[in-house]
T-cell receptor
Framework: GAGVSQSPSNKVTEKGKDVELRCDPI?????LYWYRQSLGQGLEFLIY????????KSGLPSDRFSAERTGGSVSTLTIQRTQQEDSAVYLC??????????????FGPGTRLTVL | AQSVSQHNHHVILSEAASLELGCNYS??????LFWYVQYPGQHLQLLLK??????LVKGIKGFEAEFIKSKFSFNLRKPSVQWSDTAEYFC????????FGAGTRLTVKP
């Protein structure tokens, strides 16, 4: 079956521009996670959606970052006024049950963002 | 919030050598533990996981990990590595939410 998909696969933007990154989770998965992977760094948790509950935004690094999940499915991560330090691979993952139960996460291929 | 430490940043081994990658976490309550692997050019994928029961967990491709609660550790092991095990390995802990370690890059020389 189809896995988690992300688009675009690569995005190059100029400093100060806004970008939108998209994630299509596996159908039926109620949990959706966004992470950031910088060179030489681990996965930095950004935000977590579980069903219709309010998202856990505790990992968002600044108010330039926001995310939405429409209809409990597709999610969009928006970065406003991008900075060079935002350059990273942004990974999306989905899970069947969500974080509390120790859910296995299924990762997408990521979006490589480069801010010039 | 919990944190995860992977002490080895880059490990280089020859084929057939034994592997042990360290993972320690800080959280006093019940946790679920995972190892994920990212092969070159591929997605992150689950290697193995521990929820409860036998603290020695066996995963795919001959990997295993042992949960030692008293040491807050979940080290990954493989008795004999292959060139195809070259990848980046991430330990993760799920308590209130999911936290990943910084990853360990494993290079296996043929």
């Amino acid at each position: 079956g189809a896995g988690v998909s992300q688009s675009p696969s690569n995005k190059v933007t100029e400093k100060g521009k806004d970008v939108e990154l998209r994630c299509d989770p596996i159908s039926g998965h109620t949990a959706l996670y966004w992470y950031r992977q910088s060179l030489g760094q681990g996965l930095e948790f950004l935000i977590y959606f579980q069903g219709n509950s309010a998202p856990d935004k505790s990992g968002l690094p600044s108010d330039r970052f926001s995310a939405e999940r429409t209809g409990g499915s597709v999610s969009t991560l928006t970065i406003q006024r991008t900075q060079q330090e935002d350059s990273a691979v942004y990974l999306c993952a989905s899970g069947i049950n969500g974080g509390v139960s120790g859910d296995t996460q299924y990762f997408g291929p990521g979006t490589r963002l480069t801010v010039l | 919030a919990q944190s995860v430490s992977q002490h080895n940043h880059h490990v280089i081994l020859s084929e057939a050598a034994s592997l042990e990658l360290g993972c320690n976490y800080s959280y006093g309550g019940t946790v679920n533990l995972f190892w994920y692997v990212q092969y070159p050019g591929q997605h992150l994928q689950l290697l193995l996981k521990y929820f409860s029961g036998d603290p020695l967990v066996k995963g795919i491709k001959g990997f295993e990990a042992e949960f030692i609660k008293s040491k807050f550790s979940f080290n990954l092991r493989k008795p004999s590595v292959q060139w195809s095990d070259t990848a980046e390995y991430f330990c993760a802990v799920n308590a209130n939410d999911m936290r990943f370690g910084a990853g360990t890059r494993l290079t296996v020389k043929p």
